[in-house]
C-alpha cells in the first residue's frame, strides 16, 4: 500500500515512523491526511491508506452481527475503535443492543467542540425506545489528547446501561411501542409476527407527524427500525390487522377505496404485502367482511363475511371463508340462519377454528357458541359442547396440534360456578383447564407454534399478585404453569398476541406502565419474557409463579 516506489527498507522505515505517531495499529483509525502526507505520503498513497482503513471499519460494521454478543466492554470497544475514533471533535453516541445483547442499531447522538460537550439524557432515551432497544453502549471520545484519546474510546469511555424502563412485571420486561400525544386517540388491535420483530396495530394517533385525521390507520413496529404507516385513510377507518410469519404480510378490515374498488365502502379484507403492494380479496357491496386471519406464508387469508359470494341465496348471516392466492375463495361454513365467525388459522393454512351458533353436526341442537375446528380434506370437529354455556375465542397453534379458548362451561368438571375460564384442546390428550377462579374473568388467549404457551387477559387473582381485579396479561407454560406478565394499577392490559416462540406478547393498555402514558391513551406495548414464564436462570418468580 506503501508501494511500488522506493526501497523496500524505505518502506519500512515509513510504516514504522507512522506507528510510532500514532501509538499502534488502532491509532491509524482516526488518523488524519495531513498526517500522512507530513510523513511524505503523496496524495494517491493518502487515499489509498484512508480507503483501506474505511473498508476495514465497513467490514467491522458488518461483521457485528455474526460475532459474539457486545455483553464486555473489551468486545464494545474493539468494534467502537474501528467504527467511532473521531480525533477533531468530541462525539457521545450509542450501540442499541437487544435483549441478547446483539447490535440492533448505533448513531452519534451529540457532537461538541475540541474538549467539551453537552450531552442531554432524554434523547438518549428516546432514540433507544424508538429503535426498540433492550440496551445501550454509550461511547465518547477524548480528542483532546491526540494518542490518549483514542485509547479512551476503545478502553475508558464505555458505559452499560438499562434503556427501556421497566417494572418488575412478572419478570418480563416492557416497552411500549406507541405513544399519542393526543388524549382519547387510541391504539389498538396488535398483532405480532412469527418471528416476534414486528407488530402491527391500528391507530387513530399522528404517531408520525403526517398530519392529524384522526382516523383509524394501520401501522407497524419493527424492532431495530421503529414505526411505519400502512394506510392513510382520511375519512375512513381500518381495523384488525393480523401478520404472517415474517411480518411481510398484513390482512386487515377497512372501509377505505384505496384501489378503486370499494366505492360503498362496505367493510372488506384487504392484504398488504411489503413486496407486492395491495389486494382487496372480497368485495361484497352492502354487507360486511371482519376478523381476518392470515397463514404462515401470507397466502391464505380465512375470514367471516355476510356476502353471499357464490349465490347461495342464504340469508345475510356471518359465514367463514377462505382465500388463497391461488385458487381463490372457498366458503368453509353454511349455518343456516346462524353465525359463525372469529376464525384463527394455522401456519400452513389447512386447519381453521373458529365459534359458531351453527349445527353443522347435529350436536349444537341448543345453538349456542361452541368452538368447531375445519380440517381441509377432512371431517369438521366440534371441539366445546354444552347446553347452557357457551365457548369462544378460539386461537390455533401454527402446527395446528393445539387451539386455547374461552369458556363458561363446565367441560372438564373443574368449572362449576360457570366462571369464564381458559380451555386447552390438544388433538391426542383431548381438553385441558387452564385457569380455575371463583372471581374475575379469563379471556382473549392467544398461543404460540407449537401450544406450549398460552397468553390471555384476565381480572383473576391467579398466581396471588392481582387482588385489585385489574385485567392483567398472563402467561400458561405446559412446563411450569401460570405467570403474571403486567402489574397494572388503574386500568386493564388487553388484547394479548404472542409470537411463535412464546417470548414475546403484544398487548393494549390505558395504564401508564413506564411512566410514559400519563394522559391514559390506549397503546400499544410489548413484554419479553424469559424462556420459562416461571424461571429466569432456574430462579423462580417467587409469588408470581404458581405450580398446576
Known amino acids: 500500500m506503501l508501494g511500488p516506489s522506493g526501497s523496500h527498507a524505505g518502506r519500512l522505515e515509513l510504516a514504522r515512523g507512522l506507528l510510532e505517531d500514532v501509538g499502534d495499529l488502532s491509532g491509524l483509525v482516526g488518523i488524519r491526511p495531513e498526517a500522512l502526507r507530513h510523513r511524505g505520503l503523496s496524495e494517491a498513497k493518502t487515499a489509498s491508506v484512508l480507503a483501506a482503513l474505511e473498508l476495514a471499519r465497513r467490514l467491522a460494521r458488518s461483521r457485528v452481527p455474526e460475532r459474539k454478543p457486545l455483553d464486555a466492554p473489551a468486545a464494545a470497544a474493539s468494534y467502537l475503535t474501528l467504527r467511532y475514533a473521531v480525533p477533531n471533535q468530541e462525539v457521545f453516541g450509542a450501540l442499541f443492543l437487544d435483549s441478547r445483547s446483539r447490535l440492533i442499531g448505533e448513531g452519534e447522538i451529540f457532537r461538541g467542540a475540541l474538549s467539551r460537550l453537552t450531552v442531554e439524557p432524554a434523547q438518549i432515551l428516546r432514540s433507544a425506545l424508538l429503535i426498540g432497544a433492550a440496551?445501550?453502549?454509550?461511547?465518547?471520545?477524548?480528542?483532546?489528547?491526540?494518542r490518549f484519546g483514542l485509547r479512551a474510546l476503545a478502553l475508558l469511555a464505555i458505559t452499560f446501561c438499562v434503556a427501556m424502563p421497566t417494572a418488575a412485571q412478572g419478570h418480563c420486561r416492557l416497552v411500549q411501542i406507541t405513544d399519542s400525544p393526543w388524549n382519547f386517540r387510541d391504539s389498538l388491535h396488535p398483532a405480532i409476527s412469527g418471528d416476534g420483530r414486528t407488530v402491527t396495530f391500528a391507530s387513530e394517533a399522528d404517531l408520525l407527524g403526517n398530519g392529524a385525521d384522526f382516523w383509524s390507520d394501520i401501522f407497524t413496529w419493527q424492532r431495530g427500525r421503529g414505526t411505519s404507516q400502512i394506510t392513510n385513510n382520511s375519512g375512513w377507518v381500518s381495523w384488525a390487522p393480523v401478520l404472517d410469519r415474517r411480518g411481510s404480510s398484513i390482512?386487515?378490515?377497512?372501509?377505505?377505496?384505496?384501489?378503486g374498488t370499494n366505492g360503498d365502502h362496505s367493510f372488506e379484507i384487504f392484504l398488504w404485502n411489503a413486496v407486492t403492494g395491495l389486494v382487496q380479496i372480497t368485495d361484497s357491496p352492502g354487507f360486511t367482511s371482519l376478523s381476518p386471519a392470515i397463514n404462515g406464508n401470507g397466502r391464505r387469508v380465512a375470514f367471516s363475511s355476510t356476502a353471499d359470494f357464490f349465490n347461495t341465496g342464504d340469508l345475510p348471516f356471518q359465514e367463514i371463508f377462505l382465500w388463497d392466492a391461488t385458487s381463490g375463495l372457498t366458503q368453509i361454513t353454511r349455518s343456516a340462519s346462524r353465525f359463525s365467525q372469529r376464525p384463527s388459522i394455522s401456519s400452513a393454512g389447512d386447519r381453521i377454528v373458529f365459534e359458531s351458533t351453527a349445527n353443522p353436526l347435529g350436536t349444537n341442537t341448543d345453538g349456542r357458541f361452541e368452538v368447531f375446528l375445519w380440517r381441509e380434506g377432512r371431517e369438521l370437529l366440534q371441539l366445546s359442547s354444552d347446553p347452557i354455556e357457551w365457548s369462544r375465542a378460539p386461537a390455533i397453534s401454527a402446527d395446528g396440534h393445539r387451539?386455547?379458548?374461552?369458556?363458561?362451561?363446565?367441560?372438564?368438571g373443574q368449572?362449576?360456578?360457570?366462571?369464564?375460564e381458559i380451555f386447552l384442546w390438544d388433538d391426542r390428550t383431548g381438553l385441558l383447564q387452564i385457569t380455575d377462579s371463583s372471581t374475575g374473568v379469563s379471556l382473549q388467549p392467544t398461543i404460540n407454534a407449537n401450544g406450549s404457551r398460552v397468553a390471555f387477559t384476565s381480572s383473576a387473582d391467579l398466581v396471588g399478585t392481582n387482588p385489585n381485579g385489574r385485567g392483567q396479561i398472563f402467561l400458561w407454560d405446559e412446563r411450569?404453569?401460570?405467570g403474571q406478565v403486567t402489574t397494572t394499577q388503574l386500568n386493564a392490559a388487553l388484547t394479548p398476541s404472542i409470537d411463535a416462540s412464546g417470548r414475546r406478547i403484544a398487548f393494549v393498555s390505558t395504564d401508564d406502565l413506564l411512566g410514559a402514558n400519563p394522559d391514559g391513551s390506549l397503546e400499544v406495548f410489548l413484554a419479553i419474557c424469559p424462556g420459562s414464564p416461571c424461571s429466569s436462570n432456574g430462579r423462580r418468580w417467587a409469588a408470581n409463579c404458581r405450580d398446576r
Do not use: C, W
Open 135 to 146: 440496551g445501550i453502549v454509550a461511547f465518547h471520545t477524548h480528542p483532546s489528547g491526540a
Open 251 to 259: 390482512a386487515y378490515m377497512s372501509v377505505q377505496d384505496p384501489l
Open 403 to 412: 387451539v386455547a379458548f374461552e369458556s363458561s362451561a363446565d367441560l372438564v
Open 415 to 420: 368449572n362449576a360456578d360457570g366462571t369464564r
Open 480 to 482: 411450569t404453569g401460570l
